[in-house]
């Protein structure tokens, strides 16, 4: 019978996305749309603000938040529109290391999903059109997006419902965040964590857990 370390091992692995595996990053669109980088930083900060957007991951409407922004900065409705028009290519950077431990992962058949707090539109994304910019995609299970189930990380309901989904218990996975609030609260459901701060450390860590990492 192996030991009881090894017993308590996770088996599967929880994903999030930006900022993990893809580099979630307006400024891959609006540098195309604004050439002059100090007037697209201050539309950036300024009008399609972070507080703004984030509203959309949580149970903000895309369409609504669009219209009544672009109520309040005439002029600016055209770039406001693309925001989330063209929401694919502020998406359209993955990074290569961590592609490449989805790749190894997955093709050693360890259970993969991925957990997003983002805009609901985005589950019909990582489904279909995501996977011919980034076939590491096709690895994933299942994606749970914050803003298509009404419930959003730190919070327990997210996590729960992800393990409900893919059929597995939380003390069975490792999830893996660049957001320590949101592993940290992983880690109160019984899921164990990675903070990640690069692919070497984390791809340690999951090796530490006895991944093929």
């Not at 009881?4 to 990053?25: C, K, T």
Request: aromatic share 10%; charged share 25%.
């Amino acid at each position: 019978m192996p030991p009881e370390s090894a017993l308590s091992r996770p088996s599967v692995v929880v994903f999030d996305m930006g900022g993990v595996l893809i580099d979630y990053n307006p400024r891959h669109l609006y540098r195309k749309l604004i050439p002059q980088e100090a007037e697209m930083e201050d539309f950036l900060a300024n009008v399609t603000t972070r507080e703004w957007h984030m509203r959309q991951d949580y149970d903000g409407d895309p369409g609504t938040a669009t219209r009544e922004l672009q109520a309040r900065h005439p002029g600016k409705e055209a770039l406001i529109g693309a925001y989330y028009e063209r929401f694919d290519e502020m998406l359209d950077h993955s990074f290569a290391p961590m592609a490449a431990l989805v790749e190894r992962l997955g093709g050693a058949g360890v259970p993969l999903y991925l957990l997003s707090n983002a805009p609901g539109f985005l589950d019909a994304w990582l489904r279909g059109p995501a996977r011919a910019r980034h076939p590491f995609v096709r690895h994933f299970r299942d994606f749970v997006v914050s803003g298509h189930v009404g419930c959003w990380k730190p919070d327990a309901a997210i996590f729960e419902l992800t393990c409900r989904r893919g059929g597995f218990a939380p003390q069975d996975a490792v999830f893996i965040d660049d957001v320590l609030a949101n592993v940290e609260g992983a880690r109160a459901t019984g899921m164990a964590g990675i903070h990640h701060r690069s692919a070497e450390e984390t791809a340690a860590e999951l090796r530490a857990l006895g991944f093929p990492a």
